[in-house]
DNA sequence: CGCGATCCATACTCGTGCGTATGGTATCCG
DNA sequence: CGGATACCATACGCACGAGTATGGATCGCG
């Protein structure tokens, strides 16, 4: 039934490791990383994990230095390239509804921020969107006062909107209705 | 140094148990819900927990029974006895932003909705204030589609706002600052 | 007073998950 | 082709927290 289903014959290393941690995170959350947990869904033993890492907390720390690092650094640049500055909004919001998969280890660790490791790297991340959000309302015409108040409301409902929907499931809403949602919050919270 | 603080002297109920369990979850979360701990914070061992309840888990279902039924109604209730449909939403904006301590508990199961025991509980509650605050944003003159909209995004914006102060806290904002950001959000969110 | 019910302490068992020790197998390279 | 290195398996020790067993203390009440 759970045999391994993955055919990776080759050895692993360190990155392998990393990766599966983060796709373990983003389904069942940081407290369901446990290191023999990992090894059978990779196919091997812990004994191969105590020789990449010499710790359960060192995989962790790499684990989520990794995912800073890959970062959403396509988005924040293709919106930025974007030429007229109102049309910056509408798009960023379509764009991050629909695309939610990316989304998932932010959520996760959204949740875990009881863990002392986590709270560094979500603080870096959250407060660089937020630069990057108060930004584009600025170049959307807002005050600097205005737009920063603004940023914070917009990357709220964005974390709250996470937690409701993956985590919780409010009552199941359409796909219709959510195209339908994400218009009204554009309407909103974008400046005319 | 952490010595029986509390002098009560007297012998515990079920109830007690209960409020001290919520009191932990709302300091440092769900999973930190130990009897153990529990025990040694309310002066007593182990061998007086599992007298007053079966198991852990049966303690963290009563806790949240407990909680569910304490709920937010008194809020809810004076502010539908406001007579100016209008003035209720900046009215219960600006009591939920300055009575933060009650929503810990909220913002604690929210980080828990792992634990199937939270999720069903979560549900009924978000469910109950969606409903409520659609009612509101109707009876303030938006038409019934928009109202559930803005409903939802208000609340996600209430959500992510607790997921962002009292477990990460970016960048610490001032009191008038974040006086000047309700004020913000009441414009941005209540109709004219 | 005294006795039954209620509440609590002490001392265990048991499962789980981290980390270690040590030996085995595969791979690369001279 | 043989040995050094990289990778992995097996078998442990150990800590921690849930749950159990059992006896002791304390309260209510006739």
Known sequence: MNAS??????????EDWEDAALKLIADQGVGALAVEALARQLGVTKGSFYWHFR????LLQASLERWEQYGEREVIEQIEAMPDPRARLPELFRRVAHELAPHRVYAA???ALDHP??????ARVSQRRMEFLTNIYREAGLPPEEALNRARLTYAAYVGFLQLNFTLGLPRISHDEFDAY?????RTLTPA
């Open 117 to 122: 490791q986590v709270v560094p790297v979500m």
């Open 5 to 14: 289903a993955k055919p990776e014959r080759t050895r692993l290393s360190a």
């Open 182 to 186: 994400v218009e009204h919050m554009i």
């Open 55 to 58: 710790t359960r907390e060192a």
């Open 109 to 111: 660790l959204l949740k």
